[in-house]
């Protein structure tokens, strides 16, 4: 080419980020792993880590959202298929998901599954996180079905199966199964009391008493899972009950279940998941627990789904900053790295340390689970009761602003998506989602206060944090404010203040315990001295160098 017709060279412009192991490179997942289950084999971790950097996951991941699920509600005949097809890169994902455990597997299991489970949780989520809904939901659904024993010997094996099969067949026909909920309706979403749709009795078989279902939910994510948990009225009130996708051939004749999708959802992000809104004509569900007591029954799948809207907020954050201190460390302005940039220091040492605060406080809640499912343990339930909503509360509502920051590290190429490829707009799209799902920032704190009259809340939380006592006096500063919270002289409309309160101290305390000195030292300094209003303006003094280089994806 003629030299007067070369306009430029491409120069000084980061390289994509691909090929890092997202689990050895982690220091900070590592040390709270080590801290949470101290006895765990993390090898599985390192084999995840591996393939979630790799350039092949990375082409699913932008496949996936490129091109999204189509619904099919009728085939060219015109009979009924109410079908959603995905693209081949959706499936190779949640293959992946369960292949590693992700979605029922901990339940069959033992000690420290849902500490490992967590872990991996929060790197797949750093490659893909929408099509982690069904695998979310099949997690947080699988002990529910102990309340009905003959349906969960039958499909048990099937959702801790690792063996992944999109086909659309009956259950008794696949190699694994995926299942989801329907719990929210146009005129009650959060008040799922004010639910319409009824359930009327229909006899009783092999897995106990069977139902017909009239009504319609309006979030009905995964459509395509093989069988839902699903909220309806009876006369003694709101019941939960199982319905699949094909009646088993001993019912009815078998066949495809009157579940109707009327459309999917137009959504700001989570592009590759389903969401969908359906209608009930008449289909049929069997009762799971005691009809009446539908309410409980979701607010203990709910607690897990919760978990998993922390984990995968913290997943997100940690790849959000791994790509900001990529480009930083390869990106030159004003004759300097932007990496040695002061100002840009301060700004990427500060999302360090919200991204090691929320990988802190997910894990712990995750330990709670562990310690509360494979025993009998009075601090940890009680811990549970409140490290669910505390961490799904302020982590969701950290990662807004924390893609936002994020991506203006990388300027306006964080901004430009370029056919799939801008995985911080992705990722910013993503983060307002698990703020939103299973309960919005007001049912967190809500809750929070619920759990107040669990038991000796603040004598436990006091025991929880105790060991940073005295090391930090914005520590305990806020200790007394919060621990005088608890005791009760916190009213509703301060309830979120005490949410966002708790949670902070405790991360500070875990990082007392599993992070470095100049971690926890900038942690207090910047999120219990001072009010963290914008990333970047931590205090003078802080060995940012120590942050920034623990935080680097080695």
Not at 30 to 56: C, H, I, K, W, Y
Not at 274 to 301: C, K, N
Not at 493 to 500: E, F, G, N, S, W
Request: glycine share 8%; charged share 20%.
């Amino acid at each position: 080419m003629s030299a007067a017709l070369v306009t430029h060279e491409v120069l000084n412009q980061s390289t994509p980020l691909v090929g890092a192991n997202l689990f050895t490179g982690n220091r900070a997942l590592q040390d709270a792993l080590r801290f949470n289950a101290p006895a765990l084999d993390t090898a599985r971790l390192a084999v995840l880590g591996a393939e979630m950097g790799s350039a092949e996951m990375q082409q699913h991941a932008r496949l996936a959202n490129l091109h999204p699920p189509t619904l099919r509600t009728h085939d060219r005949f015109g009979r009924r298929a109410d079908e959603v097809e995905f693209h081949p890169s959706y499936h190779a994902l949640i293959g992946s998901a369960m292949r590693h455990g992700l979605h029922g597997t901990p339940w069959a299991q033992e000690a420290d599954a849902h500490v490992e489970r967590a872990a991996a949780f929060m790197l797949f989520t750093e490659a893909e996180p929408s099509v982690l809904c069904p695998i979310s939901m099949s997690y947080a659904v699988t002990p529910a079905l102990r309340a009905n024993a003959a349906l969960y010997a039958d499909w048990a094996p099937g959702l801790t199966s690792t063996r992944y099969d999109g086909r659309f067949l009956p259950f008794d026909q696949k190699t694994g199964l995926t299942m989801g909920m329907g719990m929210t309706e146009k005129q009650g979403g959060s008040d799922v009391r004010a639910n319409t749709t009824q359930a009327e009795p229909a006899g009783e078989d092999r897995w106990g008493q069977r139902y017909r279902i009239t009504g319609h939910k309006w979030f009905f994510s995964a459509p395509m899972c093989d069988a839902f948990l699903v909220l309806a009225q009876t006369p003694a009130g709101l019941s939960c009950f199982f319905l699949p996708r094909w009646l088993p051939e001993w019912c009815d004749g078998g066949g495809l279940n009157a579940l109707r999708i009327q459309r999917l959802k137009d959504k700001l992000g989570n592009h590759a998941n389903a969401s969908s809104e359906v209608e009930f004509h008449g289909a049929t569900a069997w009762r799971v627990g005691d009809e009446g007591r539908g309410v409980p029954q979701i607010l203990a799948m709910g607690a897990l789904t919760r978990l998993d809207c922390a984990l995968g907020t913290a997943g997100l954050m940690r790849q959000a900053l791994s790509i900001a201190l990529h480009h930083c460390a390869e990106r030159q302005a004003f004759g300097r790295r932007l990496v040695e940039q002061p100002m840009m220091r301060n700004v990427l040492a500060d999302l360090a340390l919200e991204s090691e605060a929320a990988t802190a406080l997910a894990l712990r809640l995750a330990r709670s689970i562990d310690k509360t499912e494979n025993g009998r343990d009075e601090h940890e339930a009680l811990m549970r009761r409140v490290l669910t909503p505390i961490s799904k509360f302020w982590i969701c509502k950290r990662g807004s602003a924390f893609a936002q920051e994020a991506m203006e590290c990388l300027g306006g190429n964080g901004y430009v998506e370029e056919n799939g490829e801008g995985v911080m707009a992705r990722i910013y799209r993503e983060m307002p989602l698990n703020s939103i799902w299973e309960g919005a920032g007001n049912i967190m704190a809500l809750d929070l206060l619920r759990s107040l009259r669990s038991g000796p809340v603040a004598e436990a939380l006091a025991h929880e944090v105790s060991p940073a006592k005295g090391a930090h006096p914005a520590f305990d500063a806020m200790r007394e404010r919060v621990l005088h919270g608890l005791d009760g002289a916190t009213d509703e409309a301060q309830a979120r203040r005490l949410a966002r309160d708790t949670a902070l101290l405790v991360q500070a305390a875990l990082l007392r315990q599993h992070a470095p000195e100049p971690v926890f030292a900038a942690f207090c300094a910047a999120r219990l001295g001072e009010g963290s209003d914008v990333f970047g303006a931590l205090p003078a003094g802080h060995d940012l160098a120590a942050i920034l280089e623990r935080a680097q994806l080695h």
